[in-house]
């Protein structure tokens, strides 16, 4: 087969394993604020993580095609869990509290911040982190304290982009640019970036495709 093709098919059949996990029942599991509280460690977990209001809850319900199953909101700091969802018995994904501006006390901000800490440097089944940047905006400082977090503790994170439906193409690309030459110093990183929009569904069948290669095979 000529090379162009295998490529071509290989790529075509990737999207269609992500599919196929995507579509599979995914329902909610467990929520906690303490690691003792953590579901079985039976499973291979991807955790979503990013600022407050970048839009994971918006994210997992475009790639699982369900409006509601993590909760949205336009208020910053509404996920102040660590929420598992399982699917298909295949992967859990775990979306974690955001971090950066939330309404709520310091306290507060401090116990989600150790949890999460917590989470990222113990959690076996951990196979990678998404980290979710809002693509208008690019990495912010506190993006950066959580990916040293995970360098030191050799959690393999990729850089998710959000929103991409509310950039212009030329923005977006001096965006991608300047993640990938910044990525590329970091040991943890993986070096594929995801643009997305949860609006639009732009990027989201590679993303799925790119999980499935994580998850518990059938």
Known sequence: MDSTL?????RKAALEAGR????????FVAATTTLDRLPPDSLPEIAFAGRSNVGKSSLINALTG?????????TPGRTQQLNFFDLGHRLLMVDLPGHGFAKVSKT????WTRLVKDYLRGRVSLRRVCLLVDAR???????REV?????????VYQVVLTKTDKTKPAELQ?????????????????PVLFPTSAVNGEGIPELRAELATLALQP
């Open 20 to 27: 196929l996990l995507f579509a599979q029942e995914c329902g």
């Open 66 to 74: 369900r409006k509601t199953l993590a909760r949205t909101s336009n």
């Open 137 to 143: 905006h690019g990495l912010k400082d506190n993006d």
């Open 6 to 10: 295998q490529d071509e098919a290989e």
């Open 147 to 155: 990916m040293a977090l995970m360098d030191q503790a050799a959690v």
């Open 108 to 111: 507060q901000v401090r116990d």
């Open 174 to 190: 001096a965006t991608l640019d300047k993640l990938a030459a910044e990525l590329s110093k970091r040991v943890a990183a993986y």
